[in-house]
């Protein structure tokens, strides 16, 4: 058969394919059996008896087999002097981020504000994300600006998670927190679940003990 019969009379394997390289695999059983199939990948149709491993990679990618995974090692290679520069420049800052964190939490919360940083640099955001929670905090207790915090917030563009990370820190550890979460909330239209409200009621509680065990301190000291 010519290629234009070959593309015509080949019946297509519509199963599910994880990458490129299964593809590629599925298609060279096919063509040692002399099985005339094609697969859709990315838009593109591979065919059993006229692709090979470099031809399926150019379709797809643009670049030849090997191109493709030289670049794609220069790339991994370069994100991962990205991240160890990340992690250096994130432990440099420790001392910093301590400083700043304890002069508007609590005491009493110290121990965790300091595991709460080891966490973040540890994390996928190397500590962008407590960066983010910290300029919030910072906001929420020097002026109490919730809409000024919600700017901080949404100028960050925070990826889902990296935003999930960034509210628990600053609703664990700002005692303004669990109002700015309700008003972010709000303001984006979410509704807050039972379960959550649990959370937030529970935090406020907490935040409550501590200004109480101050007030305490402070009386006794006048007495």
Known sequence: MNKKEIMKNAREDERFYLDLDEVVAALETYKKNDINVFIQYNDKNLYSLLDDRDSCYMKV?????????????????????????????????????????YSIIYPQQRKQWDKCIKKRIEGPYVGDDLENALEIMEMLAKEGDLEKAYKIFDDANNSGGSAASV???????????????RYLNKK?????????????????????SFHEKINDVEDEKGE
């Not at 509210?167 to 979460?181: H, N, R, W």
């Open 61 to 101: 990618t643009g670049k030849t087999y090997e191109q493709y995974n030289e670049d794609r090692e220069a790339f991994l290679k370069h994100m991962e002097e990205q991240r160890i520069k990340q992690q250096i420049n994130a432990l440099e800052r420790i001392p910093e981020w301590t400083l700043r964190g």
């Open 167 to 181: 509210l628990d820190a600053v609703i664990t550890f700002s005692e303004q927190g669990t109002q700015f979460y």
């Open 188 to 208: 984006m239209g979410y509704d807050i679940r039972p379960e959550q409200e649990e959370r937030l009621n529970n935090i406020d509680e907490k935040f409550k």
